[in-house]
């Protein structure tokens, strides 16, 4: 699921295809990774996941501070199976969660003021 969203970044950053298809591309891993996080005992890339498609489903445009926050999370995810973190990653994966919460808070501020 990992090798399809960073396929779906890949054609993020061309930037060839039109954004409802793209958003759609990089969406479906993430639904995915929610959906069966649960299933392998890791919450925290369940709860991480979820905050990324609230991201992805506010987008409006893919600017490169979009992309960059989607690679940041798919980088944060890997990284999460790789040190088999598993459950809610105690105190790192409550800092984890809070960063990647507070990055998409400051894009929808400096993006549509919300």
Do not use: W
């Amino acid at each position: 699921i990992l090798k399809k969203l960073e396929k779906a970044l890949a054609q993020a950053k061309t930037g060839s295809a039109p954004i409802k298809e793209v958003k759609q591309m990089l969406t479906v891993p993430v639904m995915e990774l929610k959906a069966n996080a649960t299933t392998f005992h890791y919450t925290l890339i369940g709860t991480l996941a979820n905050i990324m498609l609230n991201f992805l489903e506010a987008m409006v445009t893919l600017d490169k501070d979009a992309i960059d926050i989607v690679k940041a999370h798919h980088d944060t995810l890997h990284m999460i199976v790789v040190r088999k973190m598993k459950g809610s990653g105690g105190d790192a994966g409550n800092v984890l969660t809070k960063e990647l919460q507070q990055v998409c808070d400051r894009y929808y501020h400096k993006k549509f003021g919300k």
